[in-house]
């Protein structure tokens, strides 16, 4: 068994694949249980973002998780394979602390992946698949994460995925105060838009989202509008900016909606920004005349413009996590003698036992306590030093060399 990361990200992989293979977190539940349900892992967590796709685990074969995360998006394992990355042991805990630190992601120094990985440690605890080593690892993830934020500036001045869409916007509208923006869901990334879009006033606000409840919270924040997603083929035409992030499995802007939206705005420019993945917006929409189409693979070319200022703080956090990684990796070792230690104890307890009850019979029959501690330390003594004592008068020359040189170790024997 060893640990495993396996995924694909940006590096790695196009949208097109990413929201492919992505769990959304209605079949995230079933994911976990299927991975661990057919003893593929003993132990698993998922983590599904925009950006990534990753299962960490605890398996015997590294092969078979791959294919089973084709197989569960139904999916053909070479139309994965290319994309795929497979990390593990010491690998793997490099990648976990490099993830949660903002090093490997788009946005150098974000912070957001830190509450996604520990919003995945969690669910993968409360569906019963986060065992010993994942909760080690993802406890000691988050805490090398804080130790390099700390020590480091790599998350100063972040320039992040709404800020970047606030950036292209303003290159498509003079003022942002004068335009109309449209947002679809209100869940969190849909909120660090919206607060960065709300700096600039813009002149009408509205969310849109299957739970009417929650799109009037974040509205009425916002000092705009509510409505649900069912009202969307009526409102896309009032508004120049869309950005979009839900959790729906297909799109939800399809091009006919578009072409008429555009129609009934006389080929005014609309701006649009999914940052969905999967994809809420389809990508043909992206071909019209009058609209500008950004995905979160497009923001990305954006935002490496700013990764110039933090690159020098990269090292050091590098360094910080080198180190940790070995710290933890002593700690993974250090598992593998619980079962002979365990054995070990238990061993030493039998003896203990026995001895004890020798012990307690004599006391009963009036023999002098001393003489009955006596016998009882003596007893001891040679029965733990039996087995050893045996094995090394039985071996050959050669093994007794090496078996005294342990013992000595072990005893912390000093002789000359």
């Not at 690998?91 to 996604?116: C, N, P």
């Amino acid at each position: 068994m060893q640990l495993l990361a396996c995924g694909v990200n940006h590096h790695t992989a196009p949208v097109a694949i990413r929201e492919r293979v992505a769990f959304p977190p209605d079949i995230l539940p079933r994911a976990l249980s299927d991975v661990t349900g057919r003893e593929l892992a003993r132990e698993a967590a998922i983590l599904s973002t925009c950006n990534r796709t990753e299962i960490y685990c605890h398996t015997q074969s590294p092969e078979a998780v791959a294919d089973w995360m084709a197989d569960f998006h139904s999916l053909r394992p070479s139309e994965v394979k290319p994309y795929l990355y497979l990390l593990p042991s010491d690998q793997a805990v490099k990648h976990a602390f490099r993830v949660a630190s903002g090093l490997d992601s788009m946005v150098l120094g974000e912070t957001q992946i830190l509450g996604q990985m520990k919003q995945a440690a969690e669910k993968a605890k409360s569906h019963g698949t986060l065992g010993l080593l994942l909760n080690k690892l993802f406890q000691r993830t988050f805490s090398v994460a804080k130790e390099v934020r700390t020590a480091t500036e790599i998350g100063a001045n972040t320039v992040s995925m709404a800020a970047a869409s606030v950036s292209l916007a303003e290159r498509i509208f003079p003022s942002i105060g004068q335009q109309s923006v449209l947002y679809i869901g209100a869940g969190e990334m849909i909120e660090l838009v919206a607060t960065h879009f709300a700096a600039r006033n813009p002149r009408r606000v509205m969310v849109v989202n299957r739970t009417i409840d929650r799109a009037r919270e974040l509205a009425t924040r916002l000092g705009g509008d509510a409505a649900q997603l069912t009202s969307l083929p009526e409102l896309l035409a009032d508004f120049d900016i869309v950005i979009t992030s839900t959790a729906s499995p297909l799109p939800i802007v399809g091009l006919g909606l578009v072409e008429r939206a555009v129609k009934a705005r006389k080929h005014r420019p609309m701006f649009m920004v999914d940052l969905a993945v999967p994809r809420d917006i389809e990508a043909e929409v992206g071909e019209l005349d009058d609209v500008f189409l950004y995905t979160v693979d497009d923001l990305g070319e954006v935002v490496r413009a700013g990764h110039d200022a933090r690159q020098a703080q990269v090292q050091q956090a590098e360094v910080i996590i080198d180190a940790s990684v070995a710290e933890f990796m002593r700690w993974v070792e250090s598992r593998k003698a619980v079962p002979v230690l365990r054995a070990l104890r238990d061993h030493a307890e039998r003896l203990r036992r026995h001895e004890l009850d020798k012990a307690h019979k004599l006391l009963v029959k009036g023999d002098d306590p001393r003489e009955v501690l006596e016998s009882l330390s003596r007893g001891l003594m040679n029965k733990y030093l039996h087995d050893p004592s045996h094995t090394l008068n039985n071996a050959d020359q050669t093994e007794r060399e090496h078996l005294a040189r342990l013992l000595s170790r072990i005893y912390n024997l000093h002789n000359e």
